[in-house]
């Protein structure tokens, strides 16, 4: 299984949080100590924000810290949240997708057990075991 670019500087910008959790840390410097479009992380935070897992402070020291202990985030629960949009295979997609061996194809339920294995597999973790 592959993580997208979305869900790998999701967790990396949450690692660095974790390492330093009663800091606020901006958007813009996150993006630049993991190298990445600050257009692109901000996106990530905002749904990290929406997904309870991060605070958004205002103001000009503002920025984004946890919402909880890094101990109670389980990586797999992470990779859930910012993976849902994502379809491992065509046949995953909301829309059912385009696959001309449906209903018949026993892969997609193979491929479900295995794609459910590898997040159970991450929920084993914390973020505070994974923290920089």
Request: aromatic share 4%; with cysteine.
């Amino acid at each position: 299984m592959t993580l997208t670019s979305y869900t790998d500087f999701g967790l990396r910008a949450l690692m660095l949080l974790a390492a330093a959790p009663e800091r606020v840390q901006s958007a813009a410097t996150l993006a630049d100590r993991l190298g990445v479009s600050r257009h692109h992380l901000a996106k990530i935070l905002l749904d990290l924000v929406a997904g309870g897992y991060l605070v958004s402070v205002r103001g000009a020291a503002g920025g984004v810290r946890l919402a909880r202990p890094a101990a109670d985030i389980r990586v797999g629960e992470i990779v859930r949240h910012l993976g849902r949009h994502d379809a491992l295979v065509e046949c995953f997609r909301a829309d059912g997708g385009d696959c001309n061996l449906r209903p018949a194809c026993r892969l997609r339920g193979a491929l479900a057990g295995a794609a459910e294995a590898f997040i159970s597999a991450l929920d084993h973790h914390t973020l505070a075991d994974i923290a920089t």
